[in-house]
């Protein structure tokens, strides 16, 4: 299994909603991420685990609360959202190996959310 | 900070014509670099990756070579097709110097392809 798995593919919510966002490797990698890529715009990096402990978050809104319940599975719980959240939320996974080749970061399809 | 710099287009080619998509780079120690492509609606795919200074990353025809003098990783291929119309992203990691993963990536604007027939 070479994928990233994640869903929904498409999710609507009102900004009262709570929501959340799944996302599952099983490639053995020990290192999961969260980017939020806005229409014509490149992905922005939300959050990272490695060894399913927070180790990035860039400035996130407590709005989004990420999890990592454990290594092949990874959420992003959503509460009080405003409009402009609206965006791909993509996940990705890679090797944390410091000591071995390095082959990339594989990126699921994304959860296209629109808040209303 | 780490930055990446691409022409952002439309890029607008006929079929068969010689594709170069520029890309350089800002970055503090030995950032591995990668071109994602994006098709409508999708998210990214990994096309080529360079992980050291004059590595050729090489995919479907596509090539970039990691040129650390110039601090570059330009894209090119021979011959486009219909297909090949996407959004392409020059991104690199190691934004927190640690290289290999967990560093998560740092993305170009994003080039947007179209090949006409």
């Known amino acids: 299994d070479t994928e990233v798995t994640q869903t929904p593919k498409h999710l609507v919510m009102g900004m009262t909603n709570k929501k959340s966002l799944k996302c599952e490797q099983h490639?053995?990698?020990?290192?999961m991420y969260w980017y939020k890529q806005k229409a014509k715009k490149p992905p922005e990096l939300m959050f990272v685990?490695?060894?399913?402990?927070?180790?990035i978050n860039e400035s996130v809104p407590s709005r989004f609360s990420p999890e990592c319940p454990n290594s092949s599975l990874l959420n992003l719980h959503l509460h009080a959202l405003q409009p402009e959240d609206s965006a791909l939320y993509l996940c990705?996974?890679?090797?944390?190996?410091?000591?071995?080749?390095?082959?990339?970061?594989?990126f699921g399809s994304g959860t296209r959310l629109t808040v209303v | 900070g780490n930055s990446v710099t691409q022409m952002e287009g439309p890029v607008t080619l006929s079929e068969e014509a010689f594709l170069t998509i520029n890309c350089t780079y800002t970055?503090?120690?030995?950032?591995?670099l990668f071109w994602y492509v994006q098709y409508p609606g999708e998210g990214l795919q990994l096309l080529l990756k360079?992980?050291?200074?004059?590595d050729k990353g090489s995919n479907k025809g596509f090539e970039a070579t990691y040129r650390k003098e110039t601090t570059s990783f330009h894209l090119e291929k021979g011959s486009v097709q219909v297909s090949d119309s996407a959004v392409y992203f020059c991104?690199?990691?190691?934004?927190?110097?640690?290289?290999?993963?967990?560093?998560?990536?740092?993305f170009g604007k994003g080039t947007h392809l179209i090949i006409q027939p």
């Open positions: 685990y490695s060894y399913e402990k927070l180790s």
């Open positions: 970055a503090t120690g030995y950032p591995s």
């Open positions: 991104a690199l990691s190691g934004k927190y110097s640690r290289g290999g993963g967990a560093d998560g990536l740092t």
């Open positions: 360079a992980t050291k200074a004059d």
């Open positions: 990705a996974s890679s090797q944390e190996a410091r000591n071995s080749p390095f082959y990339g970061y594989t």
């Open positions: 490639m053995g990698h020990r290192a």
